[in-house]
């Protein structure tokens, strides 16, 4: 593998640019599985200083592996949080600013591995820088003349903020939608896209509050759009998906024996649920949702809003309770008609 620039695109599902928190990253290779931890690191270093940080791999597997240590660059790909390895230019200085210890070592089943990562910065380092850690295991299949594969990698995310006085953080709400105009029941899902103007990596925060009042007064609910305080990276854009679940009825993921039953796309089924404890919750009308996004620019608090409306008509359910109220009326009244009519035919009878 002998080329300038080799991307590598992360085909582990889970693996998020923006995540804080901690969530084991499985790698599955014919009989290889690793487990590294942390996800993402994030590290705030002023320049001339050193810190060290210890990572950790566990091999999942029954037999111990020859885990060998590599440095490449991430960058952000599409609007996910996803990331793509990238091999640093040999002109990348701050590749050299990274050690390991060790570089190679034997990771035995069943047991977490610590690696010591040393990022030691120049005086002249500026604004941020994006690593990736990459544990390769020492595994060659030689299934072709001349050909080497190497199986299976899990990758750590590290981003450093060297707080350089020439940092810009600028955030934008580049959108703010409801998936549907229309819902029959929640949850409802709302989609905002947060575009970085800056030149450093910034964890947006804030939330998505729901009211029936245009003027967002009473609000019913309050949801986190960033819980996991997920970074956007400088000159890229990241969606953040918010969904209010919380009405009656409502639907839900599917599930049997505890395990969420998928489609044959992959998709999870979704069931109808009616938990009468949620029957205060019963929604209908229309709806306003504002986003509040607030970051740091560094001077002061920055606040961002928008607002879309959206209507729930659960139509199905109010289409059969008012069938079943006009068949009780009509039944209430036949009943009276009957009574009233009843004391006249007694009399004719005592005549």
Do not use: C
């Not at 030691?120 to 595994?139: E, H, M, N, R, T």
């Not at 995310?157 to 006085?165: E, G, I, N």
Request: glycine share 6%; aromatic share 10%; net charge positive.
């Amino acid at each position: 593998m002998r080329m300038h620039k080799i991307h590598w695109y992360l085909g582990i599902a889970g693996v998020f640019l923006l995540v804080a928190v901690m969530r084991p990253l499985p790698a599955h290779a014919e009989g290889i599985s690793l487990t590294t931890s942390p996800v993402v690191l994030n590290l705030a270093l002023q320049p001339g200083t050193t810190e060290t940080r210890t990572l950790q791999l566990m091999n999942n597997g029954s037999r111990p592996l020859k885990i060998n240590m590599s440095l490449n660059v991430f960058s952000a790909k599409g609007q996910n949080g996803d990331a793509v390895i990238t091999e640093p230019s040999p002109e990348d200085p701050s590749i050299k600013w990274v050690s390991f210890s060790p570089n190679t070592f034997i990771a035995k089943p069943g047991v977490w591995s610590p690696v010591k990562m040393t990022l030691s910065l120049p005086q002249d380092a500026k604004l941020g820088y994006y690593y990736a850690v990459l544990f390769k295991p020492d595994i060659a299949d030689q299934s072709a003349a001349n050909t080497t594969v190497i199986r299976g990698t899990n990758a750590v995310l590290v981003l450093v903020d060297t707080h350089s006085a020439n940092e810009q953080r600028t955030l934008d709400i580049q959108d703010f939608s409801v998936s549907q105009g229309l819902y029959e029941y929640l949850p409802a899902t709302f989609k905002v896209t947060i575009h970085n103007r800056g030149n450093i990596y910034t964890a947006p925060a804030g939330n998505v509050y729901i009211s029936q009042n245009s003027d967002m007064s009473n609000s019913i609910a309050a949801l986190d759009i960033n819980p996991g305080e997920g970074n956007v990276l400088p000159q890229s854009s990241r969606t953040f998906t918010v969904d209010w679940a919380d009405g009656f009825p409502m639907f839900e993921d599917k599930k049997v024996n505890g395990q969420v039953v998928q489609d044959a796309n992959g998709n999870p089924v979704k069931q109808l649920s009616w938990s009468f404890a949620k029957f205060s919750k019963f929604r209908f009308g229309e709806y306003y949702a504002k986003i509040t996004v607030v970051y740091n620019d560094g001077k002061r608090v920055v606040p961002l809003t928008r607002v879309v409306s959206f209507w729930v008509i659960p139509w199905k359910f109010m289409l059969v309770t008012g069938i079943l109220l006009i068949v009780l009326v009509v039944g209430l009244i036949s009943i009276g008609r009957f009574a009233i009519r009843l004391p006249r035919r007694s009399r004719l009878y005592r005549r």
